[in-house]
């Protein structure tokens, strides 16, 4: 679960860290979107990738995000945890959000947060935490590859290691 849709990416194609120009060119689906890429999506793709590429990956996960609306403050993205009156505001929803997921019929074994901020205001929403049997956190996309681009490898071995203990464990 990412944060929530950002303006490039899930804003403009509706699919979490995918940017119109991945969903044409790695997923295979034509679009009439400028075809702009975005960094988060670009690394979350080659993770996925990494793991065996689209097909495996979403035979086996379930790409969302804690909230389900994006937000821009000044014309750039914001996340649902950057004021906490937002946070408040979106609580309600992000609760309901949570609930549909459960009733997709979606192991409840593993959760993986991307984003350690992301991670701890989930852990701030009544009872979701206790749902799910490992919560693993790992750094969010976005962090990657504007702060920590010369360790993006390492990143997307861990990412990939990740996903395969998720889906050899219970």
Do not use: W
């Not at 940017?19 to 790695?26: A, E, M, N, R, Y």
């Amino acid at each position: 679960m990412g944060i929530n849709p950002g303006r490039f990416g899930a804003g403009i194609t509706g699919i979490p860290f995918t940017d119109p120009f991945v969903l044409q060119s790695i997923c295979g689906i034509d679009n009439p979107f400028d075809k702009r890429k975005e960094l988060s999506s670009v690394f979350v793709y080659r993770a996925i990738n990494g793991f065996g590429g689209p097909s495996a990956f979403y035979d086996k996960f379930l790409l969302s995000s804690v909230c389900p609306l994006g937000f821009l403050m000044d014309s750039k993205n914001s996340n649902y945890y950057d004021s906490q009156a937002l946070f408040k505001k979106v609580s309600g929803l992000i609760s309901h959000s949570l609930n549909k997921h459960l009733t997709m019929n979606i192991s409840q074994g593993h959760l993986i947060i991307l984003g350690k901020k992301n991670a701890d205001f989930f852990n701030q929403i009544d009872g979701f935490h206790d749902l799910f049997g490992q919560i693993h956190v790992l750094e969010h996309p976005r962090f990657i590859m504007q702060y920590k681009k010369g360790q993006e490898e390492d990143y997307v071995e861990s990412y990939v290691n990740t996903f395969l203990k998720t889906v050899s464990q219970p």
